[in-house]
């Protein structure tokens, strides 16, 4: 019974998480139209992030902000995973339609599965590999890519989306070693400050907040902070933690089913029939790997 609720929690964390990261996504974008680089963006998103998750555990939390000395190394290095996956996915979407580089991203759960099997030694049931298929096939379609030629585009920003599946894979596969100690918004916070730290190295410190900046777009950067980065983040960990790397990584393909939906309830953009038998394929998939007991 408490298996079988941890699960249905599971899916609720990175469904909510796909759902903030849908929602960030437009907000990215129209940042870059107001004159914000990538460079920038992950600056701020980063910086403004850590700076908010350590005001809200020092005074609630203090004792997640406590790690061993010898994980500083391991958390380090899933800071410059994070930092790499926020980066390559920002300059993807600044360069190659949105969709597309949505639908480079979340090659991740075939990366995740294929290194669970190699490397993990672990065993995909039936059902966990046609809902990898189908969610896959569901995000091409959903996103539109079908009509859209691929080959014309920025060849950089497709690499670049190439790189985040890969970033993002790692990331959540480094993430799931992290909560075996760890809790998951510790394992968060430390990739958040050591991202931050790396795009404020290689970056001129703080110049993206020195930059002059309109109210509004001050408004998209805190909700990108927040509501883009710690909380999806967060959650999405929580749900790493309970259903393991390549079932949420599967589950999160519904960034692109709910960002379609935000684009037609809010900008009035319309969908064509095989987006809406993508988002269905997506959500059919996601449903089948709640069919077993057994998580891979």
Known sequence: MEQKRNRKLGYLYVFCAAFFWASSGTAS??????????????????????FSLFLVLFIWRKHFLRIGRNDIFYFLVLGALLAATQFTYLYSIS?????????????????????????????????????????????????????????????????AGFASAAAFAAYTLRSEYGMQI??????????????????????????????????TDWVLILYIGIFGTILPFGLYNEGIRLLQSTRA?????????????FAYSFLGEK??????????????????????KDHA
């Open 95 to 159: 360069g190659i339609q949105v969709a597309v580089a949505i639908l480079l991203q979340y090659m991740a759960p075939v990366l995740i599965a294929a290194y669970s099997v190699l490397f993990a030694y672990k065993k995909l049931d039936q059902r966990t590999v046609i809902a990898l298929a189908g969610a896959l096939a569901g995000c091409y379609f959903m996103t539109g890519v079908y009509s859209l030629d691929i080959l014309n585009m920025n060849r950089t920003g497709i690499l």
């Open 271 to 292: 969908m064509e029939l095989l987006q809406i038998t993508g988002a269905f394929l997506v959500i059919a998939s996601i449903l089948l790997l709640q069919t077993r």
């Open 29 to 50: 974008k129209f940042l870059f139209h107001r004159g914000i680089t990538p460079f920038q963006l992950v600056q701020l998103r980063t910086t403004t992030a850590a």
């Open 249 to 261: 990584s599967i589950t999160a393909t519904l960034e692109p089913v709910l960002a379609g939906f």
């Open 182 to 215: 760890y809790t998951p918004w510790t394992v968060v916070f430390y990739a958040l400050f050591f991202a931050a730290l790396i795009w404020n190295i290689f970056h001129p410190p703080l110049a993206a907040f020195i930059h002059p900046h309109l109210g």
